[in-house]
C-alpha cells in the first residue's frame, strides 16, 4: 500500500500507472499564453551544451571517447555539464557528449565504430570478447544458415538487429517517480515467487529474467546514489518526478544502445506533480519550464557509439527519444495537460531539434487550442510528428501507449517488441519475374517459381509468382527474427527496461516492408499498361518497357491504391502464418527509416519505370514527384492502407511549402489543423510533417554552419539536416515538397 | 484543394467559359465555352463529400473559373446538395451574370460571394477585360448587399494600370458604405499564368509588365484599410 498526498485507486496497491494518472489528471482546455520563456539557468546550460554539440560536428560527428568502460546502468561516476545551473541531473557518462561501449550487442561492432574515429578498445576488454565472452552478435551468426545469410547479403533482408541493440522496447519511466524503487523490488520479488516448475524452457527463463531485472533495480538506486538521489523512495514534488523519471530513462540509455530508446509518455504523467506545486504555491510557471526544458536538455544530449555503416540505414545519429503527446482516455477525457504545451515549448525556448522525437497523439476530439498550438510549432519547427490516436486507441485496445522508434504503437508497461527492420518488397516482385532469382547477381533465392512467358507481362501471372516468393520471403525472415530474438534475450537482455514493465508481458513482432510504393505502380503498369521486360544475357530484367498510361500511387486514385492495400495485407497475410519466438504477436510496419536509399541501390529496374540504384520513396509515401494532383490527394491514398493490416505503423512523410497552406500564419495554422483532422478521419495512421521551402534546404547543403539547428522530418523520425551526407540530403530534396493542396 | 479561393481549405472547381478576355488572366484556358472536362453534379458532389472531412471549420467548395455564374442553372442542383450535406459554398465571379437562376443560387444556396473589381474606370474596365459596361459588376455587388448575405471583394493591383491613390480612394469610397463586405482581397499582379497563355499560342498583352515591390503592395493596403473590415494581401 503506498502512503499518499494524491487522489488513490488501484494504483496504490499495485503497479498501475495509468489509473494514477486518470485519478489525478488535470486535462488542460486553454492556450498557449501562460508558457513561458527559457530561465537563465537553462539559458547558460544550453549555450555550453550547443558548443559541446558544434564541437562534435566539426569532429567528425563524436566529441569524445571512452575505451575502457563497458557502460552498464552503474559503472560511470556522476557526470554534470554545469553543476550550479542543473536543476535535472544525470549523464550517460561522466561527460556531456562523451559515447561508451555497450559491447554485447557486439565487440566487433564496437571495435570498428571506435577504429572509425582512431580509437582501440582496452586490451583487457578486448582479449575477454574474444576468448571468453559471447555477443548477441556471435549468437545470432551460430546459428543463421546459408539461407538467412544470402537473403542478408542478397539486400532482401537489411537492417536487420543482428550487429546492434534491438531497442524499441520501452520501459515504464514513470514507475520509478510513483512508487521508488524499493516497492518495484518487492513486487518483482513477489512474482518470481509466483513463476514455479515445472521447470520448463521458458519458465527457466522467465525465472532467470526476472533475477535480472531485481538486480537492474538495484543498480538503479546505486545510479541514484551517485548523484546524491534516493531512489529507494517515491518522488516527493515535481523536480523530484522528473529527476527520478530521468534516472530511470538513464538507466535505459546507460546499458543499451538500441536503435530506439523511446520514452513512453511521460509528459501527461509529470504535469500532475508540476500541477500540484503550483496549487500549493512551491513552485512558479518559470520553474516548471525550466523542469521540462532542462529535462528535455538531457534526452537531446543522449548518445550512442556507433560505426559509420549504421548511418546507411538510420541517418543522422538518431536515438528515437519519442514521447507521445496529447490524446485521449478511452472514456474522452483528454489528456492534454499544461506540460504538454511546456514540451513542445521547449522547441521555443532550447530551438528545434530531432530528439526527443515528440509525437502528438491526435483526436479531432483534442481540444482546439492545443490542436493550433500543434499546428504552430509543426509549421514553426518541422520538428514533430503525428498519430491517430482515436484509430490506435480503439484498434489496439489501451490509452496508455507509447510510440516505440517511429510509429509503432507499444502499451505502456504491458507490451513490448520485437523490431525486425525490414524486408524489400519491390525486390520480391523482381523475383517473381526472374524464376526466383535476384536480378543483379542471378542468385537463385527462392525456389518453384516459373518463368514469366516472353512478352508483355500478364497481371494473374505476375501475382501468382509474386504470391509465391512473398510466401517464401515470409518465410525466411521469420526464421531469422526469431533467431535474432532468442539470441538477443539470451545475451543483450534489457533488465532495466524490462525491470519497469510486468513480469511476462505481451510481445509484438514487429516486421517490415520497404518498397510499397514501388510494388504498388509496378503492378498498376503491368494491369493498366502494357509492360515488357528487357532481358539481359542471363535472362535477368534489366530494364521495362513501358506502353501506354497507368495509374500511380500517391493521386487518390483506387485503381491503383487498392493494389497498394492489398499488397500490405497480403505480406501480412503470409506472416500471420508462421510460428513466432515466445508466441508474439506479427505485425507489420510500412516503414524505412532513412533505409530507402540503400534499399534503392541495392534494386534493379523495376517494371514501374523506376531505374536501378535509385532510392524507394520512403515509409508508405507515394514516389517522389508521382503523386502530381496535390497534397491532399496524396494523403488520402496513403490513407487507403489499413492499419489492421500494418499493425506496426504506416509511415507517410509530408512536405509542403508554408505558402500553399495559407496566406498568413493564422491560416496556415488553421488550414494545418483542417489536413490533420481530415487525414485522421480516413483512419491514416501516422505523419510527419514538414513546412518548408526546398531552398532553405538548398542554401543549408551550401552554408552548414548557418543551420545548426535545422530539424527536417524524414521517415518516422527527425534529423539535423546538416548532419545528414550530401547523398542523403540530395534525396531529401528530391523528394514531393508539394505547392498544392 | 486550395488555401487561396476562400475562407479556410477549400475543393475548387473551376468551371469552363468566361466572356471577359482580362489581360493579365492566369487562367486563359478557361475561357473557351466548348472545351473542358463534364462533370455530372453528383460526381462532383460526391468529391466534395469525399474531400469534406478536411474542410474543418470554415473551408468548404469554390467554384471559379472562368465564370462560373455562366452555369447558374446547372450549380443550383450542386449547391443545394452541398448546402443540404452542410458545406460552405462560395462564388469566386466576375459578376457580369444576373439572371432569375443566378439570384437564386446567390440568395438561396452561396455563403460567399467573392467579386472581382477590375476596374473604376469605365475606359480601365475595358482596358483590362475587353468588355465594357463595368456597371453590370456594380448592379451585381448592389444585389448581394441587398440580399444582405457576406462579400469579398476581390481588386487585382497592376503597376500603373489599377495602382494609383486616386483609383483605390474611389475603390474605397464606392463600397465603403456596402455592410456584406467582409474583407477586401488585393491580388498583386504575378507572372505565374504567363505559361498558360504560350501554351495556348496567345500573346500575352502585359508582356514586360514589371510586378509590386513589398513595398507599394504595403501603401496601397494601407491606403485601403480604413475602408474596410479587412484588407487582406494575397
Redesign the interface.
Known sequence: MVETKFTDGTWTKKVDVRDFVINNISPYHGNADFLVGPSGKTKALWDICKKALREERQNNGVRSLDTDTISTVSAFGPGYIDRTNEVIVGLQTDELLKRSMKPFGGFKVVQKALSEHGAVPNEHLTEMFSNYVKTHNDGVFDAYNDEIRKYRSLGILTGLPDNYARGRIIGDYRRVALYGIDFLIQSKKDDLAQITGPMTDAVIRLREEVSEQIKALEQMIELGAKYELDLHRPANNAQEAVQWTYMAYLAAVKEQDGAAMSLGNVSTFLDIFIQKDLEEGRISENEAQELIDQFVMKLRVVRHLRMAAYDEIFAGDPTWVTEVIGGLFANGMTKVTKTSFRFLNTLYNLGPSPEPNLTVLWSDELPEAFKEFCAKVAIDTSSIQFENDTLMRESRGSDDYGIACCVSYQELGKSIQFFGARTNLAKTLLLALNEGRCELSGKKVVDGIAPVPEGVLDYDTVMANFKKASKEIARVYNDTMNIIHYMHDKYYYEKAQMALIDTNPHIDMAYGIAGLSIVADSLSAIKYAQVTPIRNEHGLTVDFEIQGEFPKYGNDDDRVDLLAKAAVADFNQELQQLGVYRNATPTLSVLTITSNVAYGKKTGATPDGRALGIPFAPGANPMHGRDANGAIASLNSVAKLDYETAQDGISNTFSIVPQSLGSDRVEQNENLVGILDGYFSKKAQHINVNVLNKETLMDAIEHPEEYPQLTIRVSGYAVNFVRLTREQQQEVITRSFHNSL | ????DGP??RMVVFLQGCKLRCVYCHNPDTWDTHTGQEMTVDALFEKAI??K???????GVTVSGGEPLLQSEGLIPFFKKLKAAGIHTNVDTNGRVLNHFTEELLDTYTDLVMLDIKHMTETGYQEITGLPHKETTFRFAAHREASGKPMWLRYVLIPGLTDTPELLHRLGSYFETYKTIERLELLPYHTLGVHKWEALGKSYPLAGQREHTKQEIEQARSLLEPYFKEV???
Open positions: 484543394m486550395g488555401t487561396h479556410g481549405l469525399h474531400l472531412p478536411y474542410f474543418g471549420k470554415r473551408g487582406k494581401v494575397h
